[in-house]
């Protein structure tokens, strides 16, 4: 059973516009959210998290969301750049006092020029 | 910056073959973490270690041992290599700080396939 779901495999977007990707997770004490990004043939790179007492936190163009009492998150990218194409992985953690990080399956972007 | 080596970006083995994929951190971290990569199942974590010689199972252990003698290398060994074990598989490693979860820095990963 997932515990941690990001139910869009891909997402395309254009080059300029907003990228949201999504992630809900289903363990309430998850306390701690992470979103990596990987390119192909590397491995994933962390790049921005969030405490469950904040609903966001910013760096740059990227902006990511919690809303606790829906057990859900999002990562939004603005403007989106084609650099921006690759695997976007949300992760949780906290669950049952553990700090190991708990994957989603991840959602490919593709931004289009 | 700290750098995740792993011995092998590409790997093609026998089913039956005992397989070594070797990880090693530069910054003294205490955790280390093997996942594998497959498509649409994203990182499912297989070992973990938070010591040198600690060793936890993941989600899928099954298949799969692991090796921490010194603080800075942690291999993963497949005893009995089978072809549903081709895949990406990931090393990352972590800065342990008590409860709070610390960034994850990932090797490059190595693409094994058997035969």
């Known amino acids: 059973d997932q515990q941690v779901k990001q139910n869009s495999p891909s997402l395309s977007v254009q080059e300029g516009r907003i990228s949201i990707l999504n992630c809900d997770y289903t363990?309430?004490?998850?306390?701690?959210f992470l979103w990596y990004k990987k390119y192909p043939a590397e491995g994933p790179t962390f790049l921005i998290s969030?405490?469950?007492?904040?609903d966001k936190n910013e760096d740059g163009r990227f902006t990511v969301f919690l809303n606790k009492s829906a057990k859900h998150l999002s990562l939004h990218i603005v403007p989106s750049q084609p650099g921006d194409s690759a695997v976007y992985f949300c992760?949780?953690?906290?669950?049952?006092?553990?700090?190991?990080?708990?994957f989603g399956r991840g959602t490919s972007l593709i931004v289009h020029p | 910056d700290v750098k995740v080596t792993q011995s092998s970006r590409y790997l093609v083995k026998r089913t039956g073959e005992k397989v070594f994929l070797e990880c090693v951190q530069d910054m003294d971290h205490e955790n280390m973490f093997w996942y594998r990569q497959d498509p649409g199942l994203g990182l499912r974590l297989i070992y973990f270690s938070y010591d040198v010689k600690m060793k936890e199972k993941g989600d899928i252990p099954e298949g799969y041992s692991v090796s921490r003698e010194k603080k800075e290398r942690f291999s993963l060994i497949l005893e009995s290599a089978s072809t549903n074990q081709t895949s990406m598989y990931l090393c990352a490693s972590s800065l342990y700080s008590g409860l709070i979860t610390d960034t994850q820095y990932f090797g490059p990963g190595t693409r094994l396939t058997v035969l």
């Open positions: 969030i405490s469950s007492i904040k």
């Open positions: 363990n309430s004490m998850f306390d701690y």
């Open positions: 992760a949780a953690s906290g669950g049952g006092g553990s700090y190991i990080p708990t």
